[in-house]
């Protein structure tokens, strides 16, 4: 079974400054992906970033990115430029690649990291 | 908006009762996903739905039971309720095909938040 470790469960961020959240998961697959959600005070579950795992190149949305790291099975979030609207807990996921249509496709979540942004 | 829906957002109930959480998948999308979130045990997957078919159960407790309808909404129902049982359920739906090479997002809905007394 596959599992997700999140060793932060607090950061903090001053306003415009960048930080980066680690997770790192266990897996003998070799191929999957790697998602970023975030869970805002809301409870919404929003989806911030992903990585497929046989992609060398890692993901960027705009001021979020990911350092990728597979064979230390490393997964980091880092935001640069950080808004108060970045407060929020991080989780990360993981979820085996889907070979068939309807394929058992759970995600598995590491514990969270809630960030805080301040002035 | 992730454009999957869930009712009721709030729901308040005593111990041994039974309810029903509904949620509406993006238009399009044919798998649905049941999570639970809780305090001590996180965001805990428990049973996915594929066109109507279950297709994989996570740690789901006998007293929950799920169903996909041919509209393809879902619905969880749980039963003999317990206060351990009070938690936000998330339900998400992904389009559930390989089109996107296997990628598929996971969109979630706001949630119901159970409160048992």
Not at chain 1, 100 to 105: H, K, P, V
Not at chain 2, 73 to 93: I, M, R, T, V
């Amino acid at each position: 079974a596959q599992t997700v470790t999140q060793s932060q469960p607090e950061m903090s961020v001053q306003e415009a400054e960048t930080v980066t959240l680690s997770c790192t998961y266990d897996t003998s697959e070799s191929d999957y992906y790697l998602f970023w959600y975030k869970q805002p005070p809301s409870r919404q579950m929003i989806l911030v970033i992903r990585q497929e795992a046989y992609k060398q190149q890692n993901a960027t949305e705009n001021r979020f990115s990911v350092n990728f790291q597979k064979a230390a099975k490393s997964f980091s979030l880092k935001i640069s430029d950080s808004q108060l609207g970045d407060a929020a807990m991080y989780f990360c996921a993981y979820r085996s690649r889907v070979m068939w249509a309807g394929t058992a496709s759970k995600l598995t979540f590491g514990t969270g990291t809630r960030l805080q942004v301040t002035l | 908006d992730s454009g999957v829906t869930q009712t009721p957002k709030h729901l308040i109930t005593a111990t041994g009762q039974r309810v029903t959480l509904r949620c509406s998948p993006r238009s399009g999308d044919l798998s649905v996903y049941w999570y639970q979130q809780s305090l001590d045990q996180g965001l805990q997957f428990l049973i996915q739905y594929y066109n109507g078919e279950e297709r994989a159960k996570g740690n789901i407790l006998e007293r929950f039971s799920a169903q996909q309808f041919p509209d393809l909404h879902s619905e969880l129902n749980l039963s003999s309720l317990e206060l351990g049982d009070s938690a936000l359920y998330f339900c998400a739906s992904s389009v559930g095909t390989t089109i996107a090479g296997g990628l598929e997002t996971q969109y979630f809905g706001p949630g119901t938040r159970l409160l048992v007394l």
